[in-house]
C-alpha cells in the first residue's frame, strides 16, 4: 500500500520531460479516515476534491508549445486521492510531447481515473478563455474579525465546537480565511479559506474559529482536514445539513478544493479566490 512516506514529497526529483503516467502516486483515502473513525463505504458525506492546475503545457504537431488551465473533479468516494507533487510531475511530463489537445484530455482522463479508481471529469481552459476566469470570495459571514483570546495551535480540538441546541434552527452560511495545516511529510504550511453552510442549531462562533485555529500546526491532508472539520461539526452539532467547502493556495502550480456535503447531488462550483 502506498504511504505518504514513500511519496516523493520532500525529496529531490529528476523533472521529466517526456510523458510518464507512472509519475503519479496514489494513496489509500481510507488511511486518513480511519483516524475518523470512518470505515468501508458507508460515508456520511459526498463531494469531490476539485484541482485546478495552472501551469499545463505540451507540443503541437508542429512543436510550437500549447498551455492550458486544467481543472479535474476527483469524487470523493473515489478509493483513493493522488499525492500533489507526484500530479505536478505528471503534469510537467507533458512539457515535451507533441500533442493535440484532444490527446491530453484522454491522456489526462485515463491516468488520473487510474491512480484515483474512479472516472476524473475534467476541463481544459485555453488561452482565449482566459478572460472569463474571475475571482470570488468566499459567500456568508466571515468570523475573523471577532476579539478573542486564542492560544492552541494544534492538535485540532473538537471541544471548541457547540451549537445552542434551545434554539430554533438557523439556516446560514459563514466563513473564515484563517485556516491553516501542514504537510504530513515536508511539514510545509498549507494557507485555506473555509466556508461552511449549515442547516441546524446556531453553531458559536467564537467556538469555531477557536477550533479553525486549531489545526495551525497539524499536519494532514487537504481532503482529510476537510473531511475532519465535517466530521466535528456533525458529532458536537448535530447540524439538519452541513457543507464544507475549502480552497487552498496553489503550491507548485496547483491547488485542491475539497468539499463534502449530506446532501447527495450537490456540487461546489469553482470560485478562485485572490489568494489562489
Not at 508542429?62 to 483513493?80: C, I, L, Q, T
Not at 484530455?105 to 481515473?113: F, H, I, P, Y
Not at 471541544?159 to 445552542?164: S, Y
Not at 485556516?179 to 462562533?205: E, F, H, M
Request: glycine share 8%; proline share 8%.
Amino acid at each position: 500500500m502506498n504511504t505518504p512516506e514513500h511519496s516523493s514529497l520532500g525529496k529531490d526529483t529528476a523533472y521529466v520531460q517526456h510523458y510518464a503516467p507512472e509519475l503519479l502516486f496514489p494513496i489509500e483515502r481510507s488511511l486518513g479516515r480511519a483516524d475518523l473513525g470512518l470505515h468501508g463505504d458507508g460515508l456520511p458525506f459526498q463531494g469531490v476534491d476539485l484541482w485546478n492546475a495552472y501551469e499545463l503545457s505540451w507540443l503541437d504537431p508542429k512543436g510550437k508549445p500549447r498551455v492550458a488551465m486544467g481543472e479535474f473533479h476527483v469524487p470523493a468516494d473515489s478509493p483513493r486521492i493522488i499525492e500533489s507533487k507526484s500530479f505536478k510531475l505528471y503534469l510537467n511530463s507533458f512539457n515535451g510531447e507533441r500533442l493535440t489537445a484532444q490527446t491530453v484530455r484522454e491522456r489526462l482522463a485515463r491516468d488520473l481515473g487510474t491512480a484515483a479508481g474512479v472516472p476524473v471529469a475534467l476541463q481544459l481552459a485555453e488561452p482565449e478563455q482566459f478572460s472569463s476566469l474571475r475571482l470570488e470570495e468566499p459567500a456568508g459571514t466571515c468570523i475573523d474579525d471577532q476579539i478573542l483570546e486564542i492560544d492552541c495551535y494544534g492538535p485540532p480540538r473538537p471541544e471548541f465546537l457547540t451549537a445552542e441546541g434551545t434554539r430554533e434552527p438557523v439556516r446560514e452560511t459563514l466563513f473564515s480565511r484563517l485556516l491553516k495545516s501542514n504537510c504530513p511529510v515536508t511539514g510545509q504550511p498549507d494557507w485555506a479559506s473555509v466556508q461552511i453552510r449549515y442547516t441546524g442549531a446556531p453553531i458559536d462562533r467564537a467556538g469555531l474559529l477557536r477550533y479553525l485555529v486549531s489545526f495551525r500546526e497539524h499536519r494532514e491532508f487537504h481532503e482529510h482536514c476537510v473531511e475532519r472539520i465535517f466530521m466535528d461539526i456533525t458529532r458536537r452539532c448535530a447540524p439538519i445539513r452541513l457543507e464544507i467547502s475549502a480552497r487552498y493556495s496553489r503550491r507548485g502550480g496547483l491547488d485542491i478544493n475539497p468539499f463534502r456535503s449530506s446532501e447527495a447531488g450537490r456540487t461546489p462550483g469553482n470560485p478562485r479566490g485572490a489568494r489562489q
